[in-house]
């Protein structure tokens, strides 16, 4: 069983943060201005074109903005921690020493590349020795941990309509491209991105030792099954459905259904009783029928196969140079544009945070994160809950029964803020610099999956639980605890700034909590009610008025062409796109109550309400190329930057009025296509 944890969460995206109270300082640098750009034609550009001319895109990168600028403080500083770490003598066994092990193992590039294939060799030596299906399944159980050459996720999370408990969740996988669209559609940019993919899967095969004809057999065979679980999969827009997405079953109807997928098998070898998977929710049952199929299709070459090509992709970043530039080639080049890779040290960071990275979390508070920036985010909050709950009794479209439930739902917010109230406890993880550096990534791996079955499997569901490291620059929304988490990464310079005036902090950070906050009221947030139970609160005229709306925010996104011949997603963007609309909305509700009684003076010939607007737009300023655009475009749920700004902003009244935008003006919307709601 191959257990991944898959969140339901709603996220911010790189979306960074900005202070808290009025000051006398505007906060905004003027020279991120282009002057020459109407913002009423085009305000993401009037307010984010000069930042772009004075940050290009850097060659590492195939997306670089404010929130990248600020994601690599945060690096710099977690990298100072480990790097003072190896300079000090630590007790083996210590939280401490393993970090110091696991980053100096991460940092020996030369020792990786005299190891060669040694690490993994014994491993796919194992594979080839087994010719038979029974042969390799008993190797995918001995590796049961790891899931080599199983196509699908599966993990304990709470029970979507008792959220009080933790079940076995299983959802569609198996697909390295990550989306259906990349095996199937047949527009030129994707069906160069499917060749590449081919030609990538035999160049790999063959630096994993494999002869020029074993690698053309096996990249053809890695490729056609993954192009089946293609077909059989729902799309991203088709995942954003809870509902759908919500089938609960007895493990015996698993079996009945499924015959072919030794679930029992593979959960005990991982260590699940079988007491705690008689029940599970079966994201996708259409998925599993096709993949059940296919499994009584499969050939023995077909299935080692696929189990060496997991090998090869969970083994690539931690081998010599040769492999890892071969695997970047694909992913950092074709696929997003990239001229390079991130430095070594910037790598070694990442690995070690992806592994351990909450011991690194308790550490980077303790040092970086002041206890009055906790407290003013905490009260923050609290002035955008009194906003948002404004804001719901303002809608003449939603009835009061309905209203009643919003209410209660967003008293119920469980408000995370900094970093958790209980950490990790490593002392169960063994770091040995005896061993390979990939031999301690799968240990940092298995300890992963242990702490999950030891946490969850027949476990109630922990609330205290955080889904992100503190030292993470971005947001989340989890329906199914009621939660909105902000962790301490994203409360800093440049994005928070105490000295800034309150229509700057009110523009950005606000914006940014007012995002969480409508998360549980977009178009997924709002099927869950307050205890977090997937549950319909709402009456029947209310749900058709809020999906009328939505539906127009949706065909608004769906004509935006991002690129010449490429449109936006507006289905598959849709709860982003609201929780941007209903974050400006509460925040800019919230501001102008804040500054009632002592109202803000123009500074740099600029209105209260007009940098509010400019310190929202300056959040997304960014640059990115062709190839990372038309990747987030089939991938990421959030529009790109450039249309959080100019897609948002047409549809709240306030900006309007700040920039005086007419008829005419090229960003104008008459008022009857704009969105009604929040």
């Known amino acids: 069983m191959n257990m991944k944890q898959i969140l339901p969460m709603l996220m911010l995206a790189a979306a960074p943060a900005q202070g808290l109270m009025a000051q006398n300082q505007s906060g905004l640098d003027m020279t991120n201005f282009d002057k020459s750009v109407r913002p009423a034609d085009d305000f993401y550009r009037y307010a984010t074109g000069g930042w772009q001319k004075l940050h290009p895109l850097p060659a590492a990168y195939s997306r670089y903005g404010s929130f990248d600028m600020l994601q690599e403080n945060v690096n710099k500083q977690v990298n100072s921690i480990l790097t003072s770490l190896t300079k000090k003598k630590f007790k083996e066994g210590t939280t401490e020493r393993k970090l110091s092990d696991f980053y100096k193992l991460a940092m020996d590039q030369d020792r990786r590349n005299k190891e060669g294939l040694a690490p993994v060799k014994p491993l796919l030596d194992e594979m080839e020795a087994a010719k038979t299906l029974d042969q390799l399944h008993d190797l995918q159980l001995k590796y ?256 009061d029964s309905t209203k009643k439930n919003a209410h209660e739902k967003l008293d119920k917010f469980y408000v995370k803020s900094g970093y958790p109230n209980k950490w990790t406890d490593y002392s169960k993880l063994t770091i040995d610099p005896s061993k390979s550096y990939y031999d301690n990534v799968l240990a940092t791996r298995e300890f992963a999956v242990d702490k999950m079955i030891a946490d969850k499997a027949g476990k109630p569901v922990d609330r205290d639980e955080w889904f992100m490291t503190p030292q993470t620059v971005n947001a989340y929304y989890n329906p199914t605890t009621n939660e909105i988490c902000f962790p301490a990464g994203i409360l800093q310079r440049p994005f928070f700034d105490p000295k800034a005036d309150a229509a700057f902090n009110y523009g950005a950070i606000g914006v940014v909590i007012g995002h969480e906050m409508t998360h549980g009221f977009d178009d997924q947030g709002r099927q869950y009610d307050a205890n977090g139970n997937l549950h319909d609160w709402w009456t029947a005229d209310d749900a058709k008025g809020f999906e009328k709306r939505a539906k127009l925010y949706s065909d608004f996104f769906d004509g935006i062409e991002v690129l010449p011949g490429l449109h936006a997603n507006g289905k598959f963007t849709l709860g982003e796109n609201l929780a941007d609309h209903g974050g400006l909305q509460v925040a800019f509700n919230a501001f102008k109550h804040a500054t009632a009684n002592k109202p803000l003076k123009t500074i740099d010939g600029l209105t209260p309400d007009q940098r509010f607007f400019i310190a929202y737009a300056g959040v997304w300023g960014q640059n990115i190329t062709d190839q990372e655009i038309r990747n987030r475009v089939k991938r990421d749920p959030h529009s790109l930057g450039e249309w959080r700004v100019n897609g948002a902003l047409p549809h709240i009244d306030a900006w309007y009025k700040a920039f005086n935008v007419k008829k005419g003006d090229k960003m104008y919307l008459p008022e009857n296509q704009r969105l009604e709601l929040w």
């Open 144 to 399: 049961a941990k790891i899931g080599y050459g199983v196509p699908f996720g599966s993990y304990f999370g709470a029970d979507d309509k008792n959220v009080t408990r933790n079940i076995l969740c299983l959802s569609q996988g198996g697909l390295t491209l990550g989306q259906k669209d990349y095996y199937l559609n047949n527009d030129k940019a994707t069906s160069d991105i499917r060749d590449a993919y081919k030609k990538h899967l035999v160049r790999m095969f063959k630096l994993y030792g494999f002869t020029d004809a074993q690698a053309s057999v096996k990249a053809a065979d890695v490729f056609r099954a993954e192009t089946e679980l293609a077909i059989a999969s729902k799309s991203n827009t088709e995942l954003r459905d809870p509902q759908a997405n919500y089938n609960k079953m007895s493990l015996k109807e698993f079996e009945d259904n499924y015959p072919n997928i030794p679930l029992c098998q593979m959960a005990e070898a991982e260590g699940v009783k079988l007491d705690y998977i008689q029940e599970m929710n079966v994201g996708q049952p259409a998925f599993f029928t096709a993949l059940n199929s296919l499994m009584a299709l499969q050939t023995a070459d077909e299935l080692r196969a696929i189990m060496e090509w997991d090998v090869i992709q969970s083994s690539a970043s931690y081998l010599t140079d040769e492999i890892r530039q071969a695997n970047f080639d694909f992913f950092g080049k074709t696929m997003s544009g990239r001229k390079e890779e991130y430095p070594l040290w910037k790598r070694a960071t990442n690995q070690v945070e992806s592994a351990m990275g909450e011991a690194l979390g308790k550490m980077y508070c303790e040092r970086y994160f002041p206890a009055s920036s906790k407290k003013m985010m905490e009260e923050l909050v609290h002035n955008l809950q009194i906003s948002l709950g404004e804001r719901i009794d303002a809608q003449t479209w939603m009835s």
